[in-house]
């Protein structure tokens, strides 16, 4: 092997020290699993241990994504050590809260006090809505985790629904620090602090949750889609979905002309819940307040559907053919009257750039005005 190369998996890779074993790995495609990584600022805070990777001329575990790949290394992503510590890890994060997905086959005459207590509290859901979703449940059953040895604890964890549109269930939160890191360096808006009894590269205490401050909170609900497991669910979703159950549609935002991707997630042709498309130009996945949460209009029943004309004082539904004739001709008049400049167009900002394009035609070179604007401004 050349000097300056390491080898993954007996795959060579340059090394210089400066790039993770993981980062290497995925550069040669070779996937390590993480929980703490967060993808969209290509960190993590070393907290979950589940990217453990072993290291073959020292025998020694390490955490691939805080570990500088050195030249002459040898590192084996799924050997028979690795595998077993990254069980343990994912066992530890599942018994350190409520993760029942495990554990539901108990009958209701042999449900423990707590889980009586936790079924009465608000927002309770007996079935996770991440469930089928859920990247920690997905490992366990990829890695074959030993379910006897998982356990849902008893005791009952906080909730915070301070929030408008979602709340945070701690009993699920597995202390990844991802929505910390998607508040902090993703969106940049720092209204989740690191708490004080975390240290990078080990488990917070189990009683170290991230708790927002929601004077600084801009509700884009980037920690929400960086969630790994269900202890950031949508309000408005409430009891009527789990992950498993929808379908993913992929679609432009309707508000401005920046034209954010998303991913509708969709349950019996409702949308439960809406995520940025990871990669994607121009938003990367990322998404505003409007994006993510305004999607209730689609189903109001106040929604025109036809044209309305006012007739003394009352509005009544018209054709489009006399709606239109009825505003060129009052457009006419008053241009006739007035001037040009006594008129304006506004045009929708939900509306294709060709769309817009003949809009300020119509008004610039049609009606002869320069009035002509896009209702983008909020
Ligand atoms: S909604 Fe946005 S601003 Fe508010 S806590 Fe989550 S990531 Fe931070
Ligand atoms: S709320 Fe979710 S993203 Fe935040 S630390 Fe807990 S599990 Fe991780």
């Not at 993510?292 to 007739?311: A, H, K, N, Q, V």
């Not at 001037?339 to 049609?366: H, T, W």
């Amino acid at each position: 092997m050349d000097k300056s190369c390491a080898s993954i998996n007996g795959r060579p890779v340059d090394a210089d020290g400066e790039i993770t074993i993981l980062q290497a790995a995925r550069s040669l495609d070779i996937h390590i699993p993480t929980l703490c990584h967060y993808d969209a600022c290509d960190k993590s805070l070393g907290s979950c241990g589940v990217c453990v990777v072993e290291e073959r001329n020292t025998g020694g575990l390490v955490r691939s994504c805080s570990t500088p790949l050195e030249p002459g290394m040898v590192v084996l992503t799924e050997s028979r050590n690795a595998v077993q510590a990254r069980r343990e890890a994912l066992t530890r994060l599942v018994n350190s809260g409520q993760h029942n997905c495990f554990v539901l086959n108990a009958a209701p005459q042999d449900w423990t006090a707590y889980q009586m207590e936790a079924m009465a509290r608000p927002w309770h859901q007996a079935v996770c809505p991440a469930w089928g979703r859920c990247e920690l449940q997905n490992l366990v059953v990829k890695y074959g985790v030993d379910t006897a040895l998982l356990e849902s604890g008893n005791g009952l964890f906080p909730v915070d629904d301070r929030h408008p549109m979602f709340v945070r269930d701690y009993s699920r939160c597995i202390r990844c620090g991802r929505c910390i890191q998607a508040c902090n360096d993703v969106q940049v808006n720092l209204a989740i602090p690191l708490p004080d009894d975390w240290t990078l590269d080990a488990p917070p205490p189990e009683t170290a949750y991230p708790v927002v401050d929601y004077d600084r909170c801009v509700h884009c609900g980037e920690c929400l889609q960086a969630c790994p497991t269900g202890a950031l669910f949508e309000k408005k979703a409430f009891q009527m979905s789990v992950g498993h159950e929808t379908r993913m549609v992929r679609t432009t935002c309707p508000y401005c002309g920046v034209g954010c991707q998303q991913w509708l997630h969709v349950k019996d042709d409702r949308i439960v819940r809406v995520t940025g498309v990871e990669g994607a130009q121009p938003n990367q996945g990322r998404l505003c307040v409007k994006g993510r949460f305004g999607y209730d209009f689609i189903y109001s029943e106040e929604r025109l559907t036809t044209p309305l004309i006012r007739e003394n004082g009352e509005l009544r539904e018209a054709g489009w053919d006399e709606a239109l004739d009825l505003v060129a001709s009052k457009i006419r008049e008053t241009v006739d009257t007035y001037g040009p400049d006594s008129v304006a167009g506004v045009s929708c900002a939900r509306s294709i750039n060709e769309d817009s394009y003949q809009m300020q035609k119509l008004f610039r070179a049609v009606i002869g005005t320069n009035n002509i604007d896009h209702c983008a401004r909020t």
